[in-house]
T-cell receptor, first 113, second 114 residues
Framework: GQSLEQPSEVTAVEGAIVQINCTYQ??????LSWYQQHDGGAPTFLSY????GLEETGRFSSFLSRSDSYGYLLLQELQMKDSASYFC??????????????FGQGTELSVKP | NAGVTQTPKFQVLKTGQSMTLQCAQD?????MSWYRQDPGMGLRLIHY???????DQGEVPNGYNVSRSTTEDFPLRLLSAAPSQTSVYFC?????????????FGDGTRLSIL
């Protein structure tokens, strides 16, 4: 099966940098994704890593270490609108499970002025 | 540009009633999934499908049925509603061809079972 762990809450101030960690256990690991959700609305895709290293998309970066089964999402120049829940998710390369995306429990980020 | 459409947006049921949550996508995505979200529990996968006629169980499938007769539609059926099924339900879709393809979510169905 699959399991993911991430902190339940993180607080930071506007303009700062924050890192949200995610550790996972899964068979047939394919990649690690990150999603953002505001106020219980539809989650939206942020980033994806299949290979070790850092992926950068504007103010957001995501990192993966396959050997450590670990990844993180890095948010820079925090803005008030970044207050949201952030989820890591793993996908599987096992045949016919490619469509299966398993999510962590989410990290609620609060950005303070 | 509809994306993933879920209906209804809100529903209240009595224990023991059955109902179907509808999900349709217009992006020709092969993969579709149903999740439920409860406070502090994140998004838990109920059932998923990798194409028309192919479905499989996720993490929490008990009490739910699905079918996929077309690429566009993926309805979720509650057979006999229970208070433990009170939750927010999200349908999602994404294309085949690599897990770097983002998953698109509907706006959710808020379901209360009395």
């Amino acid at each position: 099966g699959q399991s993911l762990e991430q902190p339940s809450e993180v607080t930071a101030v506007e303009g700062a940098i924050v890192q949200i960690n995610c550790t996972y256990q899964t068979s047939g690991f394919y990649g690690l994704s990150w999603y953002q959700q505001h106020d219980g609305g539809a989650p939206t895709f942020l980033s994806y890593n299949a290979l070790d290293g850092l992926e950068e998309t504007g103010r957001f970066s995501s990192f993966l270490s396959r050997s450590d089964s670990y990844g993180y999402l890095l948010l820079q120049e925090l803005q008030m609108k970044d207050s949201a829940s952030y989820f890591c998710a793993v996908s599987s390369m096992i045949y016919n499970q490619g469509g299966k995306l398993i999510f962590g429990q989410g990290t609620e980020l609060s950005v303070k002025p | 540009n509809a994306g993933v459409t879920q209906t209804p947006k809100f529903q209240v049921l009595k224990t023991g009633q059955s109902m179907t949550l509808q999900c349709a996508q217009d992006m020709n995505h092969e993969y579709m999934s149903w999740y439920r979200q409860d406070p502090g529990m994140g998004l838990r996968l109920i059932h998923y499908s990798v194409g028309a006629g192919i479905t499989d169980q996720g993490e929490v499938p008990n009490g739910y049925n699905v079918s996929r007769s077309t690429t566009e539609d993926f309805p979720l059926r509650l057979l006999s509603a229970a208070p433990s099924q009170t939750s927010v339900y999200f349908c999602a879709s994404r294309p085949r061809g690599g897990s770097n393809q983002p998953q698109h979510f509907g706006d959710g169905t808020r379901l209360s079972i009395l």
